[in-house]
């Protein structure tokens, strides 16, 4: 009979898995303590799934033992009727283990997807309730993985436990003390074998696993370059380098095909061991136990309990290769398991207040001697001692070179990261005494790194405003100067984005996200350079338009053209986090050098030339 | 997002799999073959010489006569032996050599999927998501795979042992046969029941899974998005549905994947009885055995039958746990071959681009590396002429849509003569990148023509056209590796030294040096590490390193800051100087200094001219560098 080889690779590949390394983790006791917590509701598949695969492997091994007296009855010339008594009892049983095996498979298909259901949402949620710092503190491909590959990982090996890990060693523990009520000594056979069997595959799987864990890597690494290239293939296709990335691409893929084999060949031992273990057995079954048979007059051995005997070696052997498969399954699923720990045992490193503030006065923001730090290990803070009183309803503008810190600056006000030292007030109030979503509701951030959902512009829409009416979404469009290009998608308002806004325009993302902001109708509006895809003649015009439509509402925008911030109230200059001066278009001109210098460099020539 | 569909043509796709296999193993793949049957088939064996050695312990068990019967169990057993060798050696090689034919024939069909994507247009990638080509070179090889490794090895092992079992069962007693298959039927249709449940829903659990995986990339990727707009509530409850589609339909699937092998099992324990009951009342009425030996039923028939009864019941068991492998693995190879089979780039060119030297006012080829370039055509008539690259770039008349259906581009004239800058300026969507797109064959055009040095681009062989274009991309791509190797890929045999100039010439030295490794710095994943405007001084120093006679950058200033921008200007300068440039910003500083400027709008030049003559006309040129100031 063929069995299933226990090679970790095929095992992991046949249940969708991936090999993964970490290097860092939670030690084993406290995953295991996290992961727990999600178990919940299905506790109680997860307790019934061993009890009726217990069940079941009785009854499997009990089944051989009838049919052994099955066999010995009809060998005897019994009548029928005894034949018929035990072939009765034998159906019962059958039938009686068809009920464990079904609920057994029930119940742990149950348990293990509801433990991955609540794990997906356990690390889901606990997203949703991260800061910013924590956001950072994840790649989000990282995140995706963990909740998609990792989760699946966890929910095989889940399966595998509650099913096999408790199979196997019952199995393998009745398997023997049947073989040795039936067999008496013939059974010592197993005891000799099955260490061997035992021992063979540790030292495989000993062997095998890191190797495959190497080659997993360079099989991630061999897929994340087509990825690049895919990615990349505007630029492969204008540098003509299509050959030289076939040539490096067939290097690899011949390198890594190379360490499969290597690695597959080491694991394609296990078929055959496990078939010369069975061979071993049944030989000796043979000549042994016939030996037995005729010596002792069927006394001590008949032929009933002989291949019952088979059936019970078979029986050892594979559970002892269920075993190890089961062994590699948690291996491997260790590591995914403490991916998933990191993430639900991540604190949210904002603290609400106990007794929040539930109004906001007006739109007045204030720093007060403030320094930032993304990481307290940071050696430079990334903004250090500002000073800024800004009134409510000014329209502020904030410039400064690449690394100035301008965005961090406006991330501060409504609370995306807290102050390292000193206090941001809002309205007069300091922002941590405010309930975050109140604070959040009324300081609007358009983010720099402008982001879209799928879904209708409508639905987007609402984000902003989840009770916004037509009218309302149509003034913030017009506002935006997103209404005209709107108007011209056939389906307008309902036309749908796809995932990222790639269906719209850099320029028509950006209105679209000042819109949805709008909608908020803030007192604190904050646009991070979000008008940089969008021509200077709309730029102006959205800016004239919350001029007019929003005069209380604070405007900061941080931009890079100077044209963009030109008209503002004051505009702050950032220089290497700290204000290098705050002043009108004209104060600046005249004081500062770096605004001189960028706003010549933007407008040298028009100058001349107007003049 | 339908990923996850089965196969359209089952059958045609199992064949050309199979048939690359044999083209790909002409020799490996039959021995393999072979040893696989000799494994099955003498797996399959054992019970006819257990029947001989019970029916020998039958007869003579009840003398205790051991020493009579022993020369002849012994011969059963060495026989038995000399079987399990064969058939272990058998295994041991077909294993041995089925990891050299899965990887190997993996890696060829990566191969091929890979070096047949790098010649397809750039039309595909832009209507195929990245996700799921990506998901051929994954999930897809990966079902492959299963498919090669386990479900082949394993369909013909289940072939052979049913086959086997079926023969020496009917050699036996036609009756006992008859019983064994009719379970078999009542099996295969469970199976065909239950199995079919179970693939379906694990064809449905993969697209939830996508599903879910798609969304929580989207939420992930804009998790600071939901955070600004207090959205974390409604993104919740967004998530449980979909979760909990994944949890239904995944746990259905799981559901029938485990209970098909105790059903499974359970059926071969009643057929179990059923084989020893109707044994039994055979036996008891002795009714007249049918068979192929001729041999009379008897006890030593009926136990071995038992235990065949088990094997076969065995094998069917394990088929039906390979059906959703060989659907889902079909189903993956018909989409390795959707991209294997697309169409590569149409290229007609004959003309092609040579490095040459100037003898006597003649052109001449030179295989020594000069500065010189020159295009080479030969005629039918056997006669080669050769023409001085010179970069002068025309466009004629010509339409452009990219779905044959919107006009995209229409009417399109340009004259670029070398040595000159030509800036292209509009909103967003007025079809400026195009414009660009057409030049370098990545589009090809409905109407008109572009006439570069006198030929038509489609005369020129596509990659020495490509070659004699530098471009400078809005979105900068850089690849994994060193920042010296990402400068050298715009010529693979630079030095460090004209790397370094380059990287100089573009401004970028100085921030590169300023890096904790230098030249020798890693990027990672797109210059993540890098600010944005970084990685446009890099992609411009790996242009300026292949020195193209002809350069387009396409925004590729538009994250340098204009302080940086009025820095590093004088190296573009250099850069540019002695090229044809096309040049596309948004930032009006950037194309002031070009020698024309065109107006785009809604896919049509509406102005055109230099700077100071825009200027003049007091036209759209003119509203957009002055609007900021002049909305009324």
């Given at each position: 009979?063929?069995?299933?080889p226990?090679d970790?690779?095929?095992a992991?590949e046949?249940?969708?898995?991936?090999l993964?390394?970490?290097?860092?983790?939670?030690n084993?006791v406290n995953v295991?303590?996290?992961l727990?917590q999600s178990?919940?509701?299905?506790?109680?598949a997860s307790?019934?799934?061993p009890?009726m695969?217990?069940?079941?492997?009785?009854l499997?091994?009990?089944?051989?033992?009838?049919?052994?007296?099955?066999i010995?009855?009809?060998?005897?010339?019994?009548g029928?009727?005894?034949?018929l008594?035990?072939?009765?009892?034998?159906?019962?049983m059958?039938m009686l283990?068809?009920?464990f095996?079904?609920q057994?498979g029930?119940?742990?298909?149950?348990?293990?997807?509801?433990?991955?259901k609540?794990?997906?949402?356990?690390?889901?949620y606990?997203?949703?309730?991260?800061?910013?710092?924590n956001i950072?503190?994840f790649e989000?491909?990282?995140?995706?993985?963990?909740?998609t590959?990792?989760?699946?990982?966890?929910?095989m090996?889940?399966?595998?436990l509650?099913?096999l890990?408790?199979r196997s060693?019952i199995?393998?523990?009745?398997?023997?003390?049947?073989a040795?009520?039936?067999?008496g000594q013939?059974?010592?056979?197993?005891?000799l074998?099955?260490?061997?069997?035992g021992?063979g595959?540790?030292?495989l799987?000993?062997?095998a696993l890191p190797?495959?864990?190497?080659?997993?890597?360079?099989y991630?690494?061999?897929?994340?370059?087509?990825q690049?290239?895919?990615g990349g293939?505007?630029?492969?296709?204008?540098?003509?380098?299509?050959?030289?990335?076939?040539?490096?691409?067939?290097?690899?893929?011949e390198?890594?095909?190379?360490?499969f084999?290597?690695?597959?060949?080491l694991?394609s031992?296990?078929n055959p061991?496990?078939?010369?273990?069975?061979?071993?057995v049944?030989?000796?079954?043979?000549s042994?136990g016939?030996w037995?048979?005729?010596?002792?007059?069927?006394?001590r051995?008949d032929?009933?309990?002989?291949?019952a005997l088979?059936t019970?070696s078979?029986?050892i052997?594979s559970?002892?290769?269920?075993?190890?498969?089961?062994?590699?399954?948690?291996t491997?699923?260790v590591?995914?398991a403490?991916?998933i720990?990191?993430?639900?045992?991540?604190e949210?490193?904002m603290?609400e207040?106990?007794h929040?503030v539930?109004t906001?006065?007006d739109?007045?923001?204030?720093?007060?001697h403030?320094?930032?730090?993304?990481?307290p290990l940071a050696?430079?803070?990334?903004?250090s001692d500002?000073?800024?009183?800004?009134?409510?309803?000014e329209?502020?503008?904030?410039?400064?070179?690449?690394?100035?810190?301008?965005?961090?600056?406006?991330?501060l006000i409504?609370?995306?990261?807290?102050?390292?030292?000193?206090s941001?007030?809002v309205?007069?109030v300091d922002?941590?005494?405010?309930?975050?979503?109140?604070l959040?509701?009324?300081?609007?951030?358009?983010?720099?790194?402008?982001?879209?959902?799928s879904?209708?512009?409508?639905e987007n829409?609402?984000?902003?405003?989840?009770?916004?009416?037509?009218e309302?979404?149509?003034?913030?469009?017009e506002?935006a100067?997103?209404?005209?290009?709107?108007?011209?998608?056939?389906?307008?308002?309902d036309?749908h984005i796809?995932?990222g806004?790639s269906?719209?325009?850099?320029g028509?993302?950006?209105r679209?996200?000042?819109?949805?902001?709008?909608?908020?109708?803030?007192?604190v509006?904050?646009l991070d350079?979000?008008t940089?895809?969008?021509?200077?003649?709309?730029d102006a015009?959205i800016r004239?338009?919350?001029?007019?439509?929003i005069?209380?509402?604070?405007?900061i925008?941080?931009?890079?053209?100077?044209s963009?911030?030109?008209e503002?109230?004051?505009?702050?200059?950032?220089?290497?986090?700290?204000?290098?001066a705050?002043?009108?278009?004209e104060?600046?001109l005249?004081k500062?050098?770096?605004?001189?210098?960028?706003?010549?460099?933007?407008n040298?020539?028009g100058?001349?030339?107007d003049? | 997002?339908?990923?996850?569909r089965g196969?359209?043509h089952?059958?045609?796709?199992?064949?050309?799999v199979?048939?690359?296999?044999f083209?790909?193993?002409?020799?490996l793949?039959?021995v393999?073959?072979?040893c696989?049957l000799?494994?099955?088939?003498?797996?399959?064996?054992?019970?006819?010489?257990?029947?001989?050695?019970?029916?020998?312990?039958?007869k003579?068990?009840?003398?205790?006569?051991?020493?009579?019967?022993?020369?002849?169990?012994?011969?059963?057993?060495?026989?038995?032996?000399?079987?399990?060798?064969?058939?272990?050696a058998?295994g041991?090689?077909?294993?041995?050599?089925?990891?050299?034919?899965t990887q190997?024939?993996l890696?060829k069909?990566?191969?091929r999927m890979f070096?047949g994507?790098q010649?397809?247009?750039?039309?595909?990638?832009?209507?195929?998501?990245?996700?799921?080509?990506?998901?051929s070179?994954t999930n897809?090889i990966?079902?492959l795979?299963q498919?090669?490794?386990i479900?082949?090895?394993?369909?013909?092992v289940?072939f052979?042992?049913?086959?086997?079992?079926?023969?020496?069962?009917?050699?036996?007693?036609?009756?006992?046969?008859?019983?064994v298959?009719?379970?078999?039927?009542?099996?295969?249709?469970?199976?065909k029941k239950?199995?079919?449940?179970s693939?379906?829903?694990?064809?449905?659990?993969q697209?939830?899974?996508?599903?879910?995986?798609?969304?929580?990339?989207e939420?992930?990727?804009?998790?600071?998005?939901?955070?600004?707009?207090?959205?974390?509530?409604?993104a919740?409850?967004?998530?449980?549905?979909?979760?909990e589609?994944l949890f239904r339909?995944?746990?259905?699937?799981?559901r029938?994947?485990?209970?098909?092998?105790?059903?499974?099992?359970n059926?071969?324990?009643?057929?179990?009885?059923?084989?020893?009951?109707?044994g039994?009342?055979?036996?008891a009425?002795k009714?007249?055995?049918?068979s192929?030996?001729?041999?009379?039923?008897q006890i030593s028939i009926?136990?071995p039958?038992l235990n065949m009864t088990?094997?076969?019941?065995?094998?069917?068991?394990?088929?039906?746990?390979e059906?959703?492998s060989v659907?889902?693995?079909v189903?993956?190879?018909?989409?390795?071959?959707?991209?294997?089979?697309?169409?590569p780039?149409?290229?007609k060119?004959?003309?092609?681009?040579v490095?040459c030297?100037?003898k006597d006012?003649?052109?001449?080829?030179?295989?020594s590396r000069?500065?010189m370039?020159a295009?080479?055509k030969?005629?039918?008539?056997g006669?080669?002429?050769y023409?001085?690259?010179?970069?002068?770039v025309e466009?004629?008349?010509?339409?452009?849509?990219?779905?044959?259906?919107?006009?995209?581009?229409?009417e399109?004239?340009v004259?670029a003569?070398?040595?000159?800058?030509?800036a292209?300026?509009?909103?967003?969507?007025?079809?400026?990148t195009?414009?660009?797109?057409l030049?370098?064959?990545?589009y090809?055009?409905?109407?008109?023509?572009i006439?570069?040095?006198?030929?038509?681009i489609?005369?020129i062989?596509?990659?020495d056209?490509?070659?004699?274009?530098?471009i400078?991309?809005?979105?900068?791509?850089?690849?994994?590796?060193?920042?010296?190797?990402?400068?050298?890929?715009?010529?693979?045999d630079a030095?460090?030294e004209?790397?370094?100039?380059a990287?100089?010439?573009?401004?970028?030295?100085?921030?590169?040096t300023?890096?904790?490794k230098?030249?020798?710095?890693?990027i990672h994943g797109?210059?993540g590490?890098?600010?944005?405007?970084?990685?446009?001084?890099?992609s411009?120093?790996?242009?300026?390193?292949?020195d193209?006679?002809?350069m387009?950058m396409?925004?590729?200033?538009?994250?340098?800051?204009?302080?940086?921008e009025?820095?590093?200007?004088?190296?573009?300068?250099?850069?540019?100087?002695?090229?044809t440039?096309?040049?596309?910003a948004h930032?009006?500083?950037?194309?002031?200094n070009?020698d024309?400027?065109?107006?785009?709008?809604?896919g049509k030049?509406?102005?055109?001219?230099s700077?100071?003559e825009?200027?003049?006309?007091?036209?759209?040129?003119?509203?957009?560098?002055t609007?900021a100031?002049?909305l009324?």
């Amino acid at each position: 009979m063929l069995i299933r080889p226990a090679d970790p690779f095929t095992a992991a590949e046949a249940f969708g898995m991936e090999l993964y390394c970490t290097e860092e983790g939670e030690n084993s006791v406290n995953v295991i303590r996290i992961l727990k917590q999600s178990i919940r509701e299905y506790k109680r598949a997860s307790v019934l799934a061993p009890v009726m695969v217990t069940g079941e492997v009785i009854l499997e091994c009990i089944i051989p033992f009838v049919t052994a007296r099955l066999i010995n009855e009809i060998k005897a010339g019994s009548g029928l009727q005894t034949i018929l008594i035990f072939g009765f009892f034998l159906i019962v049983m059958a039938m009686l283990s068809l009920f464990f095996g079904v609920q057994a498979g029930n119940y742990s298909a149950s348990a293990s997807t509801g433990f991955a259901k609540n794990l997906r949402k356990d690390m889901y949620y606990r997203v949703q309730d991260f800061s910013f710092e924590n956001i950072d503190h994840f790649e989000t491909s990282s995140l995706v993985t963990r909740m998609t590959t990792d989760v699946t990982n966890v929910q095989m090996a889940y399966m595998m436990l509650v099913r096999l890990a408790f199979r196997s060693p019952i199995m393998l523990v009745f398997s023997f003390i049947m073989a040795f009520i039936m067999g008496g000594q013939v059974a010592w056979i197993f005891v000799l074998v099955a260490p061997i069997l035992g021992i063979g595959l540790s030292l495989l799987i000993w062997k095998a696993l890191p190797i495959f864990n190497a080659v997993f890597k360079k099989y991630d690494a061999l897929n994340d370059s087509v990825q690049e290239n895919i990615g990349g293939m505007r630029v492969v296709k204008s540098f003509t380098r299509e050959d030289y990335e076939k040539e490096k691409f067939n290097a690899r893929a011949e390198d890594l095909a190379r360490d499969f084999v290597y690695a597959e060949k080491l694991v394609s031992v296990t078929n055959p061991l496990m078939q010369f273990c069975l061979y071993v057995v049944v030989l000796f079954v043979m000549s042994f136990g016939s030996w037995l048979v005729i010596t002792s007059r069927g006394s001590r051995l008949d032929v009933g309990q002989l291949s019952a005997l088979l059936t019970y070696s078979f029986q050892i052997l594979s559970s002892l290769m269920m075993l190890s498969m089961v062994f590699v399954m948690v291996t491997i699923s260790v590591e995914s398991a403490k991916r998933i720990a990191e993430v639900l045992s991540e604190e949210s490193s904002m603290k609400e207040s106990a007794h929040p503030v539930r109004t906001i006065r007006d739109g007045s923001v204030d720093f007060d001697h403030v320094s930032f730090k993304y990481s307290p290990l940071a050696e430079r803070p990334v903004l250090s001692d500002i000073e800024l009183h800004i009134r409510s309803g000014e329209m502020i503008g904030i410039l400064g070179g690449t690394g100035s810190s301008k965005s961090s600056l406006t991330q501060l006000i409504s609370r995306l990261y807290d102050v390292t030292e000193g206090s941001v007030r809002v309205g007069g109030v300091d922002v941590r005494n405010y309930d975050l979503k109140l604070l959040r509701d009324q300081v609007a951030v358009v983010l720099q790194k402008n982001i879209l959902f799928s879904g209708s512009i409508k639905e987007n829409l609402r984000w902003g405003n989840p009770n916004a009416t037509e009218e309302e979404m149509k003034k913030a469009c017009e506002l935006a100067q997103a209404s005209e290009f709107i108007e011209l998608f056939p389906d307008r308002y309902d036309t749908h984005i796809e995932q990222g806004g790639s269906n719209v325009s850099g320029g028509q993302k950006q209105r679209l996200c000042i819109a949805r902001a709008l909608l908020k109708k803030p007192k604190v509006l904050i646009l991070d350079d979000s008008t940089s895809a969008v021509d200077t003649r709309t730029d102006a015009l959205i800016r004239k338009g919350m001029q007019e439509y929003i005069p209380d509402t604070t405007k900061i925008i941080i931009a890079q053209r100077v044209s963009s911030v030109q008209e503002a109230d004051r505009i702050v200059i950032l220089d290497k986090g700290r204000i290098a001066a705050v002043g009108t278009h004209e104060e600046l001109l005249e004081k500062s050098p770096i605004y001189r210098e960028v706003y010549e460099s933007q407008n040298r020539k028009g100058e001349e030339e107007d003049g | 997002m339908d990923k996850k569909r089965g196969a359209k043509h089952f059958l045609p796709t199992l064949k050309r799999v199979l048939s690359f296999l044999f083209s790909f193993y002409p020799v490996l793949l039959p021995v393999t073959i072979f040893c696989i049957l000799l494994n099955a088939a003498v797996s399959a064996i054992p019970s006819v010489f257990q029947q001989k050695i019970l029916s020998l312990i039958e007869k003579s068990w009840r003398e205790g006569n051991w020493e009579g019967v022993a020369p002849e169990i012994l011969r059963w057993v060495l026989i038995l032996g000399i079987l399990y060798l064969i058939s272990l050696a058998a295994g041991f090689i077909y294993n041995f050599l089925m990891a050299t034919i899965t990887q190997g024939s993996l890696k060829k069909f990566r191969e091929r999927m890979f070096n047949g994507m790098q010649d397809l247009p750039i039309r595909y990638f832009d209507t195929h998501s990245h996700g799921d080509i990506m998901s051929s070179y994954t999930n897809d090889i990966d079902t492959l795979r299963q498919l090669i490794s386990i479900c082949i090895p394993q369909a013909l092992v289940s072939f052979v042992t049913v086959a086997t079992i079926i023969f020496i069962m009917l050699y036996y007693s036609l009756w006992m046969s008859a019983i064994v298959l009719i379970g078999s039927v009542v099996m295969t249709r469970v199976v065909k029941k239950v199995g079919g449940g179970s693939s379906h829903y694990f064809i449905r659990q993969q697209q939830e899974l996508a599903r879910t995986e798609g969304y929580v990339q989207e939420m992930m990727n804009g998790q600071k998005v939901v955070k600004v707009f207090n959205h974390e509530e409604a993104a919740k409850r967004d998530f449980d549905r979909i979760n909990e589609e994944l949890f239904r339909v995944s746990e259905k699937a799981n559901r029938y994947a485990n209970i098909l092998m105790p059903i499974l099992a359970n059926i071969g324990n009643i057929l179990y009885v059923f084989v020893a009951v109707f044994g039994g009342l055979l036996l008891a009425l002795k009714v007249p055995n049918l068979s192929l030996s001729g041999m009379a039923l008897q006890i030593s028939i009926v136990v071995p039958f038992l235990n065949m009864t088990k094997q076969f019941a065995g094998q069917v068991g394990q088929i039906s746990t390979e059906i959703t492998s060989v659907v889902m693995g079909v189903a993956g190879a018909e989409r390795i071959f959707a991209l294997m089979d697309e169409k590569p780039e149409s290229d007609k060119g004959r003309i092609s681009l040579v490095r040459c030297e100037e003898k006597d006012g003649r052109i001449e080829e030179t295989g020594s590396r000069t500065e010189m370039w020159a295009w080479k055509k030969e005629e039918p008539d056997g006669k080669t002429e050769y023409r001085r690259l010179r970069g002068d770039v025309e466009l004629h008349g010509v339409d452009f849509s990219y779905d044959g259906r919107k006009t995209v581009l229409s009417e399109i004239n340009v004259y670029a003569r070398p040595g000159q800058k030509v800036a292209f300026v509009g909103a967003t969507g007025a079809g400026k990148t195009t414009i660009t797109n057409l030049i370098n064959r990545f589009y090809d055009i409905q109407k008109g023509e572009i006439i570069y040095d006198g030929f038509s681009i489609y005369d020129i062989r596509l990659k020495d056209l490509r070659r004699s274009l530098g471009i400078i991309l809005q979105d900068t791509v850089l690849f994994t590796g060193t920042v010296m190797e990402n400068i050298r890929y715009g010529k693979l045999d630079a030095t460090d030294e004209e790397c370094i100039a380059a990287a100089r010439l573009a401004g970028a030295d100085d921030f590169i040096t300023r890096l904790p490794k230098g030249y020798e710095t890693e990027i990672h994943g797109n210059g993540g590490n890098l600010s944005q405007g970084q990685r446009q001084l890099l992609s411009i120093a790996r242009a300026a390193v292949a020195d193209p006679p002809v350069m387009i950058m396409d925004e590729a200033t538009s994250s340098i800051d204009t302080r940086t921008e009025a820095i590093v200007q004088k190296g573009m300068d250099a850069l540019m100087a002695g090229r044809t440039v096309f040049v596309i910003a948004h930032r009006l500083s950037t194309v002031r200094n070009s020698d024309v400027i065109m107006v785009m709008d809604h896919g049509k030049i509406i102005e055109r001219g230099s700077h100071e003559e825009l200027i003049r006309a007091r036209g759209n040129y003119y509203q957009l560098y002055t609007g900021a100031f002049e909305l009324e």
